[in-house]
């Protein structure tokens, strides 16, 4: 239910048509509830459907002009009585760290790349942050409502600076324990496929009716390890 009371608190802050809504979402409220355009103009419809929000007069409006929609009583009701309500916080579900506590039994071949890939990632919407926390926020924009912004926008900074600094910590550990760089394959054989390996590398002698040639070349241990690509070892 969360998407309409976004767009409701967006209206409250500034009527606005369906357009001005997705990209006033793409630069602020989007940052943490994101909609799409069609989803936007969808919840435009039922919240207008529901006597919550009106499209405004526009007089004599010109061809191809948008639609402007503001929040009625209802819609201002309905958004208090949300704001207020208590909810629990979401269970964590992010499939990075899932990826990596499968990589502790199957091998993190390609997950170190994609480590470095997600720090720059998080490193960039922090320095996004800091630049909105730097433009929107100078010293001395203490208004009540600012503040309560603010602190939205001091969640985002949080978050990403414990990304990078977890990511940092992650490849470090990567960094000390190269094993967790080698392929899969390389770990200890399955029983039967090792039976069937010591079957290949038997001498004919143990073969009923064979000839003795000589002992069997044992192939090394390390023989099946892959080769890195050119990424690297390692892969929000």
Do not use: C
């Not at 269970?91 to 990596?100: E, W």
């Not at 967790?180 to 001498?203: C, D, I, K, L, M």
């Amino acid at each position: 239910m969360s998407l309409p009371h976004a767009i409701l608190t967006a209206l409250l802050e500034k009527p606005s048509s369906g357009l001005e809504l997705t990209r006033r979402f793409d630069k602020s409220i989007g940052y943490f509830w994101s909609a799409t355009h069609q989803q936007i103009y969808r919840e435009l419809g039922k919240l207008e459907a529901e006597s919550l929000i009106r499209a405004l007069s526009a007089g004599q409006p010109a061809r191809g002009q948008k639609k402007a929609y503001e929040v009625l009583p209802a819609g201002r009701v309905e958004l208090a009585r949300w704001a207020s309500t208590s909810q629990d916080p979401k269970p964590m579900r992010d499939a990075l760290l899932l990826r990596l506590r499968a990589a502790a039994v199957v091998g993190a071949e390609g997950l170190e790349a994609d480590l470095r890939r997600h720090l720059e990632l998080h490193e960039r919407q922090l320095a996004e942050y800091q630049e909105i926390e730097r433009r929107d926020f100078p010293p001395g924009r203490d208004a009540p409502d600012d503040r309560l912004r603010h602190l939205v926008l001091r969640a985002g900074i949080d978050l990403e600076t414990f990304w990078t600094g977890w990511l940092g910590h992650a490849l470090a550990e990567f960094a000390e324990i190269p094993e967790f760089n080698r392929n899969a394959e390389n770990r200890e054989e399955p029983e039967n496929e090792g039976s069937a390996q010591r079957t290949v590398n038997a001498r004919p002698a143990d073969v009923e009716g064979a000839e003795p040639r000589g002992p069997a070349r044992a192939e090394p241990s390390g023989s099946r390890r892959a080769e890195p690509d050119g990424s690297g070892p390692g892969q929000t």
